[in-house]
């Protein structure tokens, strides 16, 4: 794979749709080229700017809710109300008129669901088992004994006690995510909380979107039923992070706690 | 008279279990159809001239996906399936809906807002983001909100735009470029200079 390779096929591993062998290319590539390298980081910073920029618009869904919802309940219930359907626009009248044609091509149109790497299923399920249903499991609690428990994993470094400002170390235990055993953390601020999941890295490759960068480290993110997950990698450890909590949350746990654990 | 015995037990019957079809389809849509309006307002915002409109095109989408829910495969990706459909909407009406310059509310988040972002941008910086999104081509900018800002995959784009994939990746690429430019205009870009080296030598 050469850099013009790379130009070419940035946008499928940003957004993590590359196979594994190409992939792996991409990433040999990276290493051995601080131009490509530079580039992709460029880029990767200006999609955060970009994105966090626009997700911090406020997006008032209430009136069009409420109208979708009246328009379906008279729809349902039979002939569409005519008073219930907004001021018509000349572009929405005539759309009605090829409706029919339209739902043709909507009906036939069915996108496979994307592909979400076990071990993400399987944090985001723990995550929904044992944090937000509160399923009965031996937690540890002593801060003393997480750190002990940490240590007995080989992850190395102080278990950050804080994160994202408001959040502090609840409990922790250890669990099995994809046939690997990791340190279950989680962390509240009272009223929420979030899990962050830490192994010694091995030979496993995180995969999922570039979704940030943080201390150096891409930030990649996924999601698992209805969890979020957003993960990134150390010099010695993988990390993720899962939560219940929207997408841009996840990254910002995940942001947080890149900032502590050091290489 | 027996079928009229028959009719007059049936119907009631009959009638309730049509009733509790819908409303089983009605919580179904709500459950997975509905909290994607955000998303979808927030691109046809984007799209459209002005507020009202880009609330006229999400109501419109929302529409037609219910008028064709009972098609639709639970489990599969409704939320690419009601972009696609808004916008073989916006494309149906000959892109009347133009794009026009984006209002950044100062308002404080009320029940139905979206909270806001973790980090929060400053509105300096939405500012700036916005007017160059707005100065960037509708197919730039397209690629880019659905991309970066809602996470589509490139696959996911080509099915949505119904584009050929290649496509995609081209006006994801310069659409980043673009916007690079018009946000760093200073920094050095290399992929830049080699894909225009690229096209040049196609181009020869």
Redesign the interface.
Same mark, same amino acid.
């Given at each position: 794979m050469n850099c013009s390779d790379i130009t070419e096929i940035a946008p499928l591993y940003i957004s993590a749709e590359l196979d594994s062998q190409g992939a792996a290319e991409f990433d040999a590539h990276l290493k051995s080229c601080p131009a490509c390298m530079a580039e992709l980081e460029a880029q990767a910073r200006l999609d955060e700017r970009f994105r966090e920029a626009l997700l911090t618009e406020k997006v008032d869904v209430s009136r069009v809710n409420r109208r979708i919802r009246e328009l379906i309940a008279a729809e349902s219930s039979g002939p569409i109300a005519a008073p219930l359907l907004p001021q018509p626009r000349r572009w929405m009248a005539a759309s009605m008129g090829i409706a029919a044609a339209f739902l043709l091509l909507a009906a036939g149109y069915l996108l496979v669901p994307g592909h979400v790497a076990r071990v993400y299923a399987d944090a985001g399920r723990d995550h929904q088992l044992e944090v937000v249903e509160q399923q009965p499991r031996p937690w540890i609690t002593d801060p003393e004994k997480i750190a002990a428990l940490a240590e007995q994993q080989g992850i190395s470094g102080p278990v950050p006690s804080e994160l994202a400002s408001s959040y502090h170390l609840e409990r922790a235990k250890i669990c099995r995510l994809d046939g690997r055993l990791f340190l279950h953390l989680v962390y509240s601020d009272g009223a929420r909380e979030f899990s962050l999941f830490l192994r010694q890295r091995d030979g496993q490759r995180l995969t999922g979107a570039i979704r940030g960068f943080s201390n150096g480290r891409l930030l990649r993110a996924s999601s698992a039923g209805s969890e979020n997950i957003s993960s990134f990698e150390t010099s010695h450890l993988t990390a993720m992070v899962a939560t219940d909590q929207p997408a841009d949350a996840a990254l910002h746990f995940a942001r947080s706690a890149s900032a502590v654990l050091q290489d | 008279m027996g079928q009229a015995s028959l009719s007059g037990l049936c119907l009631p019957y009959c009638d309730e279990r049509i009733a509790t079809t819908?409303t089983a389809? $009605?919580n179904e849509?709500?459950r997975v159809a509905?909290p994607h309006?955000?998303s979808l307002?927030?691109v046809a915002?984007r799209l459209a001239s002005d507020p009202a409109?880009a609330?006229?095109l999400? $109501?419109?989408t929302?529409?037609? =996906?219910?008028?064709?829910f009972n098609?639709? $495969?639970t489990?599969?990706?409704i939320r =690419?399936?009601l972009f696609?459909?808004m916008f073989?909407?916006f494309y149906?009406?000959?892109r009347?809906?133009s794009a026009a310059p984006?209002l950044?509310?100062l308002?404080a988040?009320?029940?139905?807002?979206?909270?806001?972002? $973790?980090?929060? =941008?400053s509105l300096a910086?939405?500012a700036?983001?916005?007017n160059a999104?707005e100065e960037l081509s509708s197919e730039h900018r397209t690629v880019?909100?659905l991309?970066?800002?809602e996470?589509?995959?490139?696959?996911?784009m080509a099915?949505i735009l119904s584009l050929p994939i290649g496509t995609?990746?081209s006006r994801?690429?310069r659409g980043?470029q673009a916007?690079?430019e018009r946000?760093?205009p200073a920094?050095p870009?290399?992929?830049q200079a080699?894909?225009a080296a690229?096209r040049a030598g196609r181009e020869t």
């Open positions: - | 819908v389809r $009605q849509f709500e509905m309006s955000r307002l927030r915002r409109a609330e006229d999400v $109501q419109e929302y529409f037609r =996906a219910w008028r064709s098609q639709f $495969q489990g599969t990706n =690419a399936w696609r459909i073989n909407a149906a009406h000959g009347q809906i984006i950044v509310s308002d988040p009320g029940r139905d807002t979206e909270p806001q972002s $973790q980090s929060g =941008a910086e939405i700036e983001i916005s999104l880019l909100l991309a970066v800002v996470g589509f995959t490139c696959r996911e099915g995609v990746m994801l690429s980043r916007l690079r946000l760093a920094a870009r290399v992929w080699r894909a690229g």
